[in-house]
C-alpha cells in the first residue's frame, strides 16, 4: 500500500505570496489532518477533513484554508505569506471513524517565506 | 488553556538502558493518548495508542503508562539501542474531537 505523499517537498516563497500544498493520502483513508511544524511550537494542528467536510479546525488565522475531494485528495492554502508561515507542513491520513485510528503522516513540505 | 509538556527537550542515555520519557497535560481530558516517533526531515511515526481507562500498554520493547489521575503518560522503552534515537512525541486526542494535539516532544539519543 503506497503511504501518503505530498507535494512539493520544499518550497521557498516571498512575504506576500500565496502557496498551494498538496496531500495524497492512503487509499481507502477518508480522513486528512494538516499540521504546522516548527522548532519553537512544535506540531501545530490546522484543520482536518473528512469526506470532503471540514469537520475540525486549529486556531490559525483565516490565512490558512483547505478543502479536500471526493478522492479525499487534500489541498492547503496559505495566502499573504508572513515569515513566520516559514514551517515544516504536514499531513496525516486515517480512516477517520475513530480516536484510536492511527494516522499515518506524509514526509512534509518545506516552506521557506523569505 | 490547554497544555501538554513533555518532561524535557533531550535525554541521553546509553545503550542498553531503559529511556522513560514523560507526558504530561492540562485542561485537557484526553480519551486516547498516542506516542509517535519522528526522524529528522519525516513525518512522525505511530507507535502505541492508550486508552484512558487502560493503565498500561506493552509493544514489544516498548511500554506507555497513562495516569489520568495525575494527567501523565510514561513512555519507556527498554534494552535501548542507538537506533532508537530520534524524537518523540506524545499526542492527546478527545472522544469526539478529531484534531490531536501534540507535545513539543524528547529528542533521545542513545549513545553505544
Known amino acids: 500500500k503506497a503511504g501518503v505523499t505530498q507535494t512539493p517537498r520544499y518550497l521557498i516563497k516571498t512575504r506576500g505570496q500565496q502557496v498551494t500544498l498538496s496531500c495524497s493520502p492512503i487509499s481507502g483513508h477518508r480522513s486528512v489532518s494538516w499540521y504546522q511544524q516548527t522548532p519553537g511550537q512544535g506540531l501545530q494542528f490546522l484543520f482536518e477533513y473528512f469526506s470532503e467536510t471540514q469537520r475540525n479546525k486549529g486556531n490559525f488565522p483565516g490565512r490558512f484554508s483547505g478543502r479536500q475531494f471526493s478522492n479525499s485528495r487534500s489541498e492547503m492554502n496559505v495566502s499573504t505569506l508572513e515569515l513566520g508561515d516559514s514551517a515544516l507542513y504536514l499531513c496525516a491520513s486515517s480512516r477517520g471513524t475513530s480516536g484510536t485510528d492511527t494516522q499515518y503522516f506524509g514526509p512534509g513540505t518545506r516552506l521557506t517565506v523569505l | 488553556s490547554q497544555k501538554i509538556e513533555q518532561n524535557s527537550e533531550a535525554l541521553n542515555i546509553q545503550e542498553g538502558k531503559t529511556a522513560t520519557l514523560t507526558c504530561n497535560y492540562t485542561?485537557?481530558?484526553?480519551?486516547?493518548l498516542q506516542w509517535y516517533r519522528q526522524d529528522p526531515g519525516r513525518g512522525p511515526v505511530f507507535l502505541l495508542l492508550?486508552?484512558?481507562?487502560?493503565k498500561e500498554k506493552r509493544k514489544e520493547r516498548l511500554k506507555v503508562t497513562f495516569d489520568t489521575t495525575l494527567k501523565q503518560s510514561l513512555f519507556h522503552i527498554t534494552a535501548s539501542q542507538p537506533a532508537d534515537s530520534a524524537t518523540y512525541l506524545c499526542?492527546?486526542?478527545?472522544?469526539?474531537?478529531?484534531?490531536?494535539?501534540f507535545g513539543a516532544g524528547t529528542r533521545l539519543t542513545v549513545k553505544p
Open positions: 485542561n485537557y481530558s484526553p480519551a486516547y
Open positions: 492508550i486508552r484512558e481507562n487502560e
Open positions: 499526542a492527546l486526542c478527545t472522544y469526539n474531537n478529531n484534531d490531536m494535539r
